[in-house]
């Protein structure tokens, strides 16, 4: 499987089938497998590149300070290696920060920003979480992290403790500093003073029952014809919680913006 180092990073990805470029981007605390549901479906008409961010999956374990600049300048290193001039990205929870920063400074290369979250502003809120993985047990606190990325029903059911746990099974090959260093980044990155000039087509999606539906609401006012939609009985991870829903939001998004091809790739 391909791993980009051109921004001095090694970061892992996948591909799945052909046509314009679709870059995805997890939140925390999953990997590049959030978006499974998401590839199988959207693989017939893009393709889809899904990324491990630093501090995840098969991705560099980056223990010194950087910046949620730098992450992004990771994908753009992906897209580099695979040639890809131009995209539409999505992103979850952190992901969706960094595909609106993404988004914002290259508004060319962008065609299309979906966000799941939405959240633009700084988010001091994660000295928690900073303390919690440098601090505590590794798997129980992710596993905790890992429920509260979904609805409660959603983790109680059984396709939720299969998801959940699959993601678990990568938890031997994380590094706590690393992950502390992601939140540091997210943190104190602020996109929200270029909103108002962003004109870039925007779907901001939120489950029912995701904690930063607030914040995401926030976000699609402050962006200029942004489209906000609200799926019901769902969490932060709604994509995963209800992928046939969540894909029809996106693609009817798409098509209204002339970005949905007719025909498959």
């Known amino acids: ?16 089938g052909r046509g314009f470029p679709f870059v995805m981007i997890h939140a925390v605390p999953f990997d590049h497998r959030l978006w499974t549901y998401q590839v199988a479906r959207f693989s017939t008409w ?16 980056v223990r010194t300070p950087f910046t949620l600049r730098d992450m992004c300048d990771d994908v753009i290193g992906v897209m580099e290696d695979e040639d890809a001039g131009e995209a539409i990205v999505m992103g979850c929870s952190i992901g969706s920060k960094m595909a609106l920063m993404l988004g914002v400074d290259d508004p ?4 299309a920003v979906v966000m799941v979250g939405g959240n633009s502003g700084p988010q001091h809120q994660f000295d928690r979480r900073i303390q919690g993985y440098r601090t505590e047990d590794m798997a129980t606190y992710r596993r905790g992290h890992l429920e509260y990325g979904v609805s409660p029903v959603f983790s109680k059911t059984p396709l939720g403790h299969y998801l959940l746990g699959s993601f678990m099974d990568a938890t031997e090959g994380l590094d706590p500093e690393a992950i502390a260093r992601v939140f540091e980044a997210l943190a104190v990155a602020d996109v929200q003073p270029k909103l108002s000039t962003f004109r870039t087509p925007s779907l901001v999606i939120n489950g029912e029952h995701d904690g930063a539906l607030p914040r995401g609401t926030e976000t699609a006012k402050l962006i200029a014809n942004a489209r906000h939609v609200i799926l019901k009985d769902a969490g932060h991870a709604c994509n995963i919680e209800d992928p046939d829903a969540f894909d029809a939001t996106v693609m009817a998004f798409l098509a209204d913006h002339g970005l949905m091809p007719k025909h498959p790739s």
């Open 46 to 61: 893009f393709k889809c590149i899904s990324i491990d961010i630093r501090g995840y999956g098969r991705s560099a374990k």
């Open 1 to 16: 499987m391909p791993t980009s180092r051109r921004n001095g990073v090694e970061i892992y990805y996948e591909t799945a």
């Open 108 to 111: 060319a290369r962008f065609k």
